[in-house]
């Protein structure tokens, strides 16, 4: 058995959203880098130590940086399943959840803020996220035939 996808006309928004979240990933690269340079951790190192952290504040700064770097490539698939039914507004929770996490970068790497606080300074990218995790889910049902499925049953 087979399923065929339509690909909406306004899927080209979900796609120019998807394309900007690469900026974005290049914008967290650029500022890990920097991070990284600046707290003289080695590749391949993924982080420094705990206590590294405790002695240096460019490590721990690192840290944040490359903790906001990984965390960022979550939920790009939602994005794009979720355009499949619902485009538009996949690329609109899209560009909340990029700006979110533009938000949370900056906030996370503030040296002012203690235990990364400032990474809060992105939480209303999490509307985003979570509008492009239900769509996705609605997508991906709609798409198997379990939603169908589903109300012939309560009938």
């Excluded at 979240?21 to 993924?46: D, E, I, W």
């Excluded at 538009?88 to 503030?110: K, P, Q």
């Excluded at 492009?132 to 991906?140: N, R």
Aim: net charge positive.
């Amino acid at each position: 058995m087979s399923t065929q996808i339509t690909i909406p006309s306004d899927y080209s928004y979900v796609l120019l959203t998807a394309s900007l979240s690469t900026l974005v990933g290049y914008y967290h690269m650029y500022h890990t880098g920097k991070y990284r340079r600046a707290a003289n951790v080695p590749y391949p190192n993924a982080y420094a130590t705990a206590a590294e952290m405790k002695e240096s504040k460019d490590k721990y700064l690192f840290n944040c940086a490359q903790r906001s770097h990984v965390t960022f490539l979550e939920v790009l698939t939602t994005l794009l399943v979720s355009g499949l039914t619902f485009p538009l507004f996949s690329a609109a929770a899209g560009v909340v959840w990029i700006a979110g996490r533009v938000a949370y970068l900056r906030g996370y790497t503030d040296p002012n803020k203690e235990q990364g606080d400032g990474r809060r300074r992105g939480n209303f990218g999490y509307f985003g996220s979570l509008a492009l995790l239900g769509g996705s889910f609605v997508s991906a049902i709609s798409l198997t035939g379990l939603g169908d499925k589903a109300m012939e049953l309560l009938k």
